[in-house]
């Protein structure tokens, strides 16, 4: 269902690895039918059943670009429905800078999606055929003059040359380009110049005929042809020469190189069926050893006799890992043991964070050791941190690893740095410059690793910074950055969102970090802030501009303070707490409630939540909750809530897993 569009669907088709969108819209008499291009026939459908029935079938539809996307209608926005801020949280300095509670949250996307009839996705940029133009042209009008000219005898024809003499035109300029970048490198090698490069970059005058335009761009192809076999063989012997000659190397900074991982142990029994049970006796107790670095397992089995039996399986002979959904400790292992032919092993861990914890090993093995140019898999790591206006300490690098009160990761797998780290934080008092260097210092002592920055946005003292790993940076494209206030009439006030977005390779991001309303009865308010983001963040391909934000991404995290909370007595919810009972405080939580009513996240994704409620600890404590604040109009009451929350939303038949949320 379309949030900004009533009545409207978004159909998300999956073609050529690459994820299409497309509106489906109701008439006059209730039909839906698929909004297309001028010109192409209206296919008008009773139900959405029907609809989608008909386009799955083959041959019924074309991907190609949306055209005329349908304006969303938009209601003028209520006068005294903004926010207005009440003094519970602190308003930052002014003016404003340009530019405590923590969880965080790592996930996994999987690469590329995939990617409908009339879709509203990127549409191709089709940059205008030459050759195909002027030969039209030419078989319209000049192709005539030829053939007469035939008939008369010509033993040429002038028209054609004309037409492909003008038609390579522009690879005339791009093989000098070639041929002078060449020219540089050659120099090096050999300290000489090519004669017949030099005269041909020297000539000023192009020849004047058609002929003589194509026998000049046929020498300049031939001298590359040669340049090209020649340079390779110049290089060689230049670098022969001067390993020969055995000169002292200059010194080297030295770099410091990403930390390597330890060989990991698992202990394990082998799950078998009863028959098996009878014939090997009791079960068996093996040892799985993870190299990472060595891109090995090895099965280590321990017999009766202390005699140890051992197997070894290199990375490309592990097939496939299927997680048991019925027992949560048990995992399948697939390997090859001969050609085309497998064996599967299942085995029970202690846990199931030690099951999840061997998987993400052997993923991570798999892309290390992997022939293909680019990762199929990427692991994100994001936190959110309200930090109340108070410097953050020195040292920030415990919440980079998840370890909170919740879903976290195994030992093992804490320290293992991510692709991307996107930090938001609400209330961060401290210059951009400032955190970002204090966030970048933090992750090269957690992994010895030097992150780009990619992306900072501000507003006021809502933040959100995008790291990566220095192999990814030149994956990312076309990063965009946006933000938008939800104070009084849109302008004023202490709230809003920023925002980032980028290509990671053929898979788009979008990241959302707010401040909502904030008060307890004030949870309509906090849904037209929502609403508000939704409406006028400017984030992602702006061909996308007429859809709302949660359809122009492959995957869009939102997170930050959303200020949510819990209707329930102050003294019912510290009961539940101290009891770590959370599931009856999670099903009167404003957030869950405004979800099930379809008006806000519709169709976001949330980690089940296992942490106690994060607002509103006494400083320093996980223990205390400050829940009453004296105010001018007397005593507060802040019920402990989950206001600081992460959610997704990620196309169909994408692979995301989230592997920590606390």
Same mark, same amino acid.
């Not at 005593?635 to 992460?646: G, L, Q």
């Given at each position: 269902?379309?949030? /900004?569009?009533?009545?409207? !669907?978004?159909?998300?088709?999956?073609?050529?690895?690459?994820?299409?969108?497309?509106?489906?819209?109701?008439?006059?008499?209730?039909?839906?039918?698929?909004?297309?291009?001028?010109?192409?026939?209206?296919?008008?459908?009773?139900?959405?059943?029907?609809?989608?029935?008909?386009?799955?079938?083959?041959?019924?539809?074309?991907?190609?670009?949306l055209?005329?996307?349908?304006?969303?209608e938009r209601e003028p926005d209520p006068p005294d429905d903004r926010d207005v801020s009440d003094g519970e949280d602190e308003k930052p300095p002014l003016p404003p800078r340009s530019g405590s509670t923590s969880m965080s949250a790592s996930v996994g996307p999987g690469s590329p999606p995939?990617?409908?009839?009339?879709?509203?996705?990127?549409?191709?940029?089709?940059?205008?055929?030459?050759?195909?133009?002027?030969?039209?042209?030419?078989?319209?009008?000049?192709?005539?003059?030829?053939l007469e000219a035939v008939r008369g005898g010509a033993s040429n024809l002038p028209h054609l040359t004309r037409t492909l003499?003008? /038609?390579?035109?522009?690879?005339?300029?791009?093989?000098?380009?070639?041929?002078?970048?060449?020219?540089i490198l050659s120099k090096?090698?050999?300290?000489?110049?090519?004669?017949?490069?030099?005269?041909?970059?020297q000539q000023q005058n192009p020849p004047q005929t058609g002929e003589q335009e194509l026998e000049s761009l046929v020498l300049k192809l031939s001298v590359l042809k040669d340049f090209l076999s020649g340079i390779q063989k110049k290089a060689l012997k230049a670098l022969q020469d001067m390993s020969s000659t055995a000169l002292p190397a200059p010194l080297q900074p030295s770099i410091r190189k990403a930390k390597t991982i330890p060989v990991q142990a698992f202990e394990v029994k082998l799950d078998v069926t009863l028959g098996d049970l009878t014939k090997i006796g009791k079960s068996q107790k093996f040892t799985l050893s993870v190299d990472v670095e060595g891109g090995r397992l090895v099965l280590l089995r321990r017999q009766r006799?202390?005699?140890?039996?051992?197997?070894?399986?290199?990375?490309?002979?592990?097939?496939?890992?299927?997680? /048991?959904?019925r027992v949560q400790n048990k995992l399948g292992v697939v390997f090859e043991k001969e050609k085309?032919?497998?064996?599967?092993?299942? !085995?029970? !861990?202690v846990s199931a964070r030690k099951r999840e914890a061997f998987c993400q090993l052997l993923q991570l093995m798999k892309n290390k050791h992997s022939k293909q140019d680019e990762p199929d898999m990427i692991s994100v790591f994001i936190g959110t941190w309200n930090m109340g206006s108070v410097p953050p300490p020195k040292n920030v690098t415990s919440w980079f690893t998840s370890k909170g009160l919740g879903k976290t990761l195994d030992e093992v797998t804490v320290t293992i740095p991510h692709d991307i780290y996107v930090f938001g934080t609400q209330e961060n008092s401290v210059g951009d410059r400032e955190w970002l260097d204090l966030l970048r210092g933090g992750l090269k002592e957690l992994t010895d690793l030097d992150y780009r920055p990619i992306a900072m946005q501000s507003l006021w003292n809502i933040k959100v910074a995008v790291l990566v790993k220095p192999e990814h940076e030149n994956r990312i494209s076309h990063v965009s950055t946006s933000s938008v206030k939800t104070g009084i009439a849109n302008t004023l006030g202490n709230k809003g969102a920023v925002g980032v977005s980028f290509m990671f390779n053929g898979t788009s991001f979008g990241f959302v970090n707010c401040h909502l309303t904030s008060g307890n009865e004030k949870t309509a308010r906090r849904n037209q802030n929502y609403l508000d983001i939704l409406r006028l963040l400017s984030l992602g391909d702006r061909q996308l501009s007429a859809f709302d934000i949660s359809l122009r991404f492959t995957h869009l995290f939102w997170f930050g303070d959303l200020n949510y909370r819990l209707d329930m007595d102050i003294q019912e919810i510290l009961n539940y707490i101290s009891r770590r009972e959370f599931e009856p405080l999670l099903r009167v939580d404003q957030l869950n409630l405004e979800r099930e009513k379809h008006k806000v996240f519709l169709r976001f994704s949330e980690e089940e939540i296992s942490f106690p409620p994060t607002y509103r600890y006494e400083r320093g404590s996980r223990d205390t909750y400050a829940w009453h604040k004296q105010k001018p109009t007397g005593?507060?009451?802040?019920?402990?809530?989950?206001?600081?929350?992460?959610l997704w939303k990620s196309y169909p038949e994408t692979h995301i897993i989230c592997n920590s949320y606390g």
């Open positions: 269902d379309s949030e /900004s569009v009533a009545g409207a !669907f978004a159909l998300c088709v999956l073609y050529q690895k690459h994820v299409h969108t497309y509106r489906i819209l109701p008439d006059g008499e209730d039909f839906l039918a698929v909004q297309t291009s001028q010109g192409v026939p209206v296919r008008r459908f009773q139900t959405l059943g029907e609809l989608i029935g008909l386009y799955a079938q083959p041959n019924q539809g074309l991907v190609c670009a055209l005329l996307p349908v304006e969303r995939a990617a409908s009839e009339t879709p509203t996705t990127a549409a191709a940029e089709s940059a205008p055929n030459g050759l195909s133009t002027v030969s039209h042209e030419y078989l319209k009008g000049s192709y005539g003059l030829d003499a003008t /038609s390579c035109r522009r690879l005339h300029s791009e093989v000098d380009k070639v041929l002078s970048g060449l020219e090096v090698f050999d300290q000489q110049s090519s004669p017949m490069v030099t005269r041909l970059l006799d202390s005699q140890e039996d051992w197997t070894t399986f290199t990375h490309d002979r592990i097939r496939q890992l299927i997680k /048991s959904q085309d032919r497998t064996q599967r092993k299942d !085995f029970i !861990f005593v507060r009451t802040n019920v402990p809530s989950w206001c600081d929350r992460i």
